[in-house]
Every structure is written in structure tokens, then in C-alpha cells.
């Protein structure tokens, strides 16, 4: 067997200018799609070289399928002060939810600066630290790779956190279960990637269209669990799911109701309990058969 010999290549003769070439790249479905499976969730590019004030952020993103905001600030160089400034400037300019700072280094000082953010910050925002290399085999073309250097300790903050209720916790503990029965149906891992679990009653995932993502959730008051659509009405083309409830249910084999909400919900709900823990797998076997089915039906309206 013949192996090629691994080299790295210099940043700056892949991308020579960080925002006409690397931030430009990065907005790519390729670019972020190399930096959501780093960060270990799925970010949506929405805008490069965004304004903030009189200065301008590298990329302005969006986590998939939510309305919270992801800013990423990039430099193909050693990570330095005027960039960590700008980097807060930006999150805080952008009511961030998340912010990200890309480094070709980073050094000691700012790696310890985004920690002491993490652990002190509210716990609505996290900061990701990350390192890009650019590697090639023989005369192959060169391939980014992205390092997390630091990134927000969630579970950390989730376990010590004492304003969680019973209700919360239960939940965080409802989401890693899913996770855990989805990982091995191979079928819904080809459709969505897994979302971290959070103590919350609902867990989005994009279906790869603007203005329409689709969600699982689960309620204690009501005793149900439930699969929605939502739809943008920011996205006047998707509006047409709105005429063809009747044509959805038929396909989908279960009423849908719609909500009343400004960006209407689909939902298609049945009865569960969660506090009767020997029917969660029940529940996950039902949102790994209806969510992809879900996705489905509505993506043929737009194919």
C-alpha cells in the first residue's frame, strides 16, 4: 500500500485576504459546513461583512432552525487583542447568542480570556475559540480542518445552575435520551443531524430551507408530545403549506393544526406523559418515524 505524506499548507496561500477570500469561503455551504461540525451545532450564514456601528463583522450567522444569533469573527493570523475587543463588540452589538472567533494561532492569554468569559457569562451566550489549518496529501488540493480550542462547558453550567426547575431538568434528561435511541436509527441520522440537549421542552432541526424548520417537543402540562412545522411568514413562497393543510394530513396520515402564532406552527400532537419514564422510548421511536416523514411532505410542495 502506497501513503502520501500528509503537509501543511500556509493559510495565506490558500486565502489570501481574510474577508475578500476567508470569510467569503467560511459563508459557503462548504465553509460552514466544515465549522458546524466543529462547533458541534448547525449555523446557518446569513450575511458577511455585517455592520455593526461603524465597524463590520466578518460573518453574521443564525443557529439553524432558531432565531438566535451566531457571529463569527476571523483572522488567518495569531490571535491578538484588537480581535478578541471586536469579537465582544460584536456579540454584544448583535445580542448574540453565540459568539465564535477563528485564529490561525491562539495564544495563551486569549485562550484564557474566551474561558473567563465562558464561565462568567450568562448563561444565554457561549464563546468558541478555534484554531484553522490547511493540510494536503501530495499534490491533492489543500483541505481546512478546524480545531475547537475552547468552547462553553453547557454541561457545566446546566448541573450547577440552581434556578433550573424539576420540569427543566427532567427535560435535559428527556433531550439525552432521544439522543441517545436516535443515534442508533440510522435512517433519522441521514435526514437531521442530533442537536446538544438542553433543559427545555423542545428540540429544533433545520430541514435545508429557509423559513421552514421542523421541531420535536414534549409538554408536561398538556401531556403530549407533538412535531411542528414552522413556518416564516418573513418567507412569503412557503406561505403555500399554509393552503395545503388538508393535502399534509392526508400524507402524513394525522390531523395538523395549525397555531396561532405570527410564523405559523404546524403541529401534528399525540398523548404522552413524560413523567412515566417507561414510555420515552415509545415517544423517540415516534419523532425518528414522523419527523423525517414530516420533512418529506413538505419539501415536495417545494420540489
Known sequence: MKLGELRRVPLRDVWKNEARDFSRWLATKDGISLLSEAVGFEIEPMETESAVGKYSLDVLGKVAGTEQTVVIENQIE???HDHLGK??????????????WIVKRANDEHRKAIEFLNNTSKNSIGYFLLEIEAWRIGDSDPAPKFNVVEAPNDWGRIINDPT???????????????????SERQDFLNVFKLRKPQPQNWCDFAIGRSGIWMSAS??????????????SRKHEENLVLLENIASLSKTMGADIEMGQSEDKTLNISRDFDIRDESKWPEAFSWYCDMLPKYRTAVLAFFA
Open 78 to 80: 495569531d490571535s491578538n
Open 87 to 100: 469579537l465582544i463588540t460584536y456579540a454584544a452589538g448583535k445580542d448574540a447568542s453565540c459568539a465564535i
Open 164 to 182: 433550573l426547575t424539576p420540569t427543566s431538568k427532567l427535560c435535559q434528561r428527556f433531550w439525552e435520551g432521544f439522543n441517545a435511541y436516535a
Open 218 to 231: 414534549v409538554s408536561d402540562y398538556y401531556k403530549r408530545i407533538r412535531v411542528t412545522a414552522y413556518v
